[in-house]
């Protein structure tokens, strides 16, 4: 789960620019929206990129589901909802903080976090299907056995 983690973060948060030019104190020229609240909105304008942006933010958080599955098998949808939208929220949030001081080019969006939950929730239905076609063939897999107390 941390290898996942700090490729997911590696992902959404890298490349930094360190060069804390606090550009935006002092350019008020420059017109950067920081939070997007409309849902799919780049996918209704035609942006391009925006239905790539959508598939790859979905699969990026299938495995953080069925991670969450893996390590605590009595995990439910709304367990692993609400982790997902957590990780999501976590994720956007170091960006808008990173976009404001640093003017990293990167912006908070509803729609990542919707996204980012539906991968989620895929993740969680992929391992209970696995699960359910695993033991209807009797494959035992080591994340599929019981603990003993």
Known sequence: MYVYLVAVLFVTILPIDFTLDFKWKYHSSIDVTYIHLKPFNDLIMGYRNALKQIILNIIMTIPFGFLCCVLKRNSTIIGVTI???????????????????????????????????????????????????????????????????
């Open 83 to 149: 982790k997902t939208f957590l990780l999501s929220f976590i994720i956007e949030f170091i960006q808008l903080i990173m976009t404001v001081f640093l003017l990293h080019h990167r912006s908070c969006d509803v729609t990542d976090l919707i996204t980012n939950v539906t991968g989620g929730i895929i993740g969680f239905i992929l391992y209970k299907l696995i699960r359910i076609i695993f033991k209807q063939k009797g494959i035992i897999v080591l994340w599929m056995k019981k603990k003993k107390c």
